[in-house]
C-alpha cells in the first residue's frame, strides 16, 4: 500500500532554509506524479509543487523562486528545497500524488519565525 513518509520540518527563522523529504513506498514512485501540498492553521491544504515522472515542474506563486520541487527515483525520495522563508510559509507540509492526492500521511511542520 502507498506510504507516504515526510521529515526535514523545524523552527526556522525569516529568510532561513530547510529541505523537507519524502520516502515513498508501496508504488511505483519513478512512474508517478507527485508534488508537496501545505496546510496552515485555520487554512485550507494546498498545493505547493508538483513535479512528473519526467521532471516537468509546478509551483504555486506564492513560492516561485523560492521553493525547489526535486526527486531521486532511486531513493524513491522526494524533496522540497525552501529558501528565503517566510512567516506565511508556516504550515505543516505533506507530499502526495500530484495533482490527484489520495492517502494522506503524518506530515511535517514547519514554522517560520523569529
Known amino acids: 500500500q502507498l506510504q507516504l513518509v515526510e521529515s526535514g520540518g523545524g523552527l526556522v527563522q525569516p529568510g532561513g532554509s530547510l529541505r523537507l523529504s519524502c520516502a515513498a513506498s508501496g508504488f511505483l514512485f519513478s512512474l508517478s506524479d507527485v508534488g508537496w501540498y501545505r496546510q496552515a492553521p485555520g487554512k485550507q491544504r494546498e498545493l505547493v509543487a508538483g513535479?512528473?515522472?519526467?521532471?516537468?515542474?509546478n509551483y504555486a506563486d506564492s513560492v516561485k523562486g523560492r521553493f525547489t520541487i526535486s526527486r531521486d527515483n532511486a531513493k524513491n525520495t522526494l524533496y522540497l528545497q525552501m529558501i528565503n522563508l517566510k512567516p506565511e510559509d508556516t504550515a505543516v507540509y505533506y507530499c502526495n500524488a500530484y495533482p490527484r492526492p489520495v492517502n494522506w500521511g503524518q506530515g511535517t511542520q514547519v514554522i517560520v519565525s523569529s
Open positions: 513535479i512528473t515522472r519526467g521532471g516537468s515542474t
